[in-house]
């Protein structure tokens, strides 16, 4: 079993930056695929990045490529969102998830364990 708690979330201005941290306990994280998940008022749960376990492989939803990177630090049991020209669609609240295996990375019912979420907020 893992604990996930994010931070990093806040309000900023259209083109600006957030780094969101999801911090796990536990002494498998390394064990566990890695997602970080958003969603608006009104809307489904949708996937953002996903990594690998060991973090050699991180797919990206079209919405966020080539502006957000997807990252992990085995060792401090941490996994990142840095988010670089942020839009105010970008604006949701943050889950970072975590499942065990490769398989349905895109779905959110194939994450077991889900943080409390971090609010992310742009004006424009």
């Known amino acids: 079993q893992v604990q996930l708690v994010e931070s990093g979330g806040g309000l900023v201005q259209a083109g600006g930056s957030l780094r969101l941290s999801c911090a796990a306990s536990?002494?498998?994280?390394?064990?566990?695929?890695m997602g970080w998940f958003r969603q608006a008022p009104g809307k489904e749960r949708e996937p953002v990045a996903v990594?690998?376990?060991?973090?050699?492989?991180?797919y990206y939803a079209d919405s966020a490529k080539g502006r957000f990177t997807i990252s992990r630090d085995n060792a401090k049991n941490t996994v990142y969102l840095q988010m670089n020209g942020l839009k105010p669609e970008d604006t949701a609240v943050y889950y970072c998830a975590a499942k065990v295996g490769s398989g349905g990375t895109w779905s959110p019912a194939r994450y077991a364990y889900w943080g409390q979420g971090t609010q992310v907020t742009v004006s424009s």
């Open positions: 536990g002494r498998t994280f390394s064990s566990y695929y």
């Open positions: 990594i690998s376990e060991g973090g050699s492989n991180a």
